[in-house]
């Protein structure tokens, strides 16, 4: 089994290892302290941390020798859609674009913008596997942060730990075998074995119910001392009525 790495110094250890510059190392640091900044007190569904999350898909893309702008984008691919840039936004947006090549650069920021764009969902993985030899370096490269996301997600058996795990496991004996061909065909021989391996071990394995999580995706636990900008929590508040309205309303159509 690969010992991928969840810290920072244990993803620096192994990119050392293998090879990689001092330049690419310090482009690594700069996308782990950003990092830091977006996703403080972020977690997983199943419980872990966010930044473990991100650490241990930027090893897995560092595992198969990808460009340090890849891994780099790795370390960084939930950003736009999970991250806290402190404007209350969701999504991708100018801004935020513009902030993240401040910190890493327009190589990286571009993987992590395509990611972001790229639709990743049972309907879309069969397209894609029917479409790979139309695929530009670029797209292939984005494609392949999908794929160590989701070795990431299964590793441990983590979607096991979430509330939602059984919606979790169709998804994988809908999609797993899918993805594997993927990761094959994309000439990725070890990373589509590391799934086929993972996707068995969730698929055949149990937990305890004691230990799974109350939460279906990531979540977000603030200090007690943290208090939101009063903007940003009044917008909050009406988009909670919003959806509590919309919710009595549906509930009184049936």
Not at 25 to 30: E, G, T, V
Not at 38 to 45: I, M
Not at 227 to 234: A, D, F, Q, S, V
Request: aromatic share 10%; proline share 2%.
């Amino acid at each position: 089994m690969y010992p991928f790495a969840q810290t920072n110094i244990q993803l620096f250890a192994q990119l050392s290892r293998q090879g990689y510059s001092e330049t690419e190392l310090s482009c690594i640091l700069k996308a782990y302290q950003l990092a830091m900044s977006l996703f403080t007190g972020y977690f997983r569904g199943d419980g872990k941390t966010f930044i473990a999350h991100l650490v241990g898909t930027a090893s897995i893309l560092a595992s198969v020798d990808a460009p340090v702008e890849v891994v780099a984008a790795g370390l960084l691919h939930a950003a736009y859609m999970q991250g806290d840039f402190g404007d209350g936004g969701i999504g991708i947006s100018n801004s935020k674009q513009e902030q993240v090549r401040r910190a890493v650069g327009k190589d990286v920021e571009k993987y992590i913008a395509k990611y972001t764009a790229l639709a990743w969902n049972e309907e879309s993985i069969s397209a894609i596997a029917q479409n790979l030899n139309t695929l530009t370096p670029s797209d292939r490269h984005v494609l392949l942060m999908l794929l160590a996301n989701e070795l990431e997600d299964h590793l441990d058996l983590g979607i096991l730990y979430c509330a939602n795990f059984e919606k979790r496991l169709r998804y994988v004996k809908r999609s797993g075998d899918l993805i594997v061909k993927i990761a094959e065909e994309l000439g990725f021989a070890s990373l589509a074995a590391e799934l086929t391996r993972v996707f068995a071990e969730v698929t055949s394995a149990n937990i305890p119910a004691g230990l799974r999580s109350t939460y279906n995706y990531s979540f977000q636990l603030a200090p007690k001392s943290y208090h939101k900008r009063t903007l940003i929590g009044l917008r909050d508040r009406l988009v909670q009525s919003r959806r509590f309205v919309g919710y009595v309303f549906r509930r009184l159509k049936k």
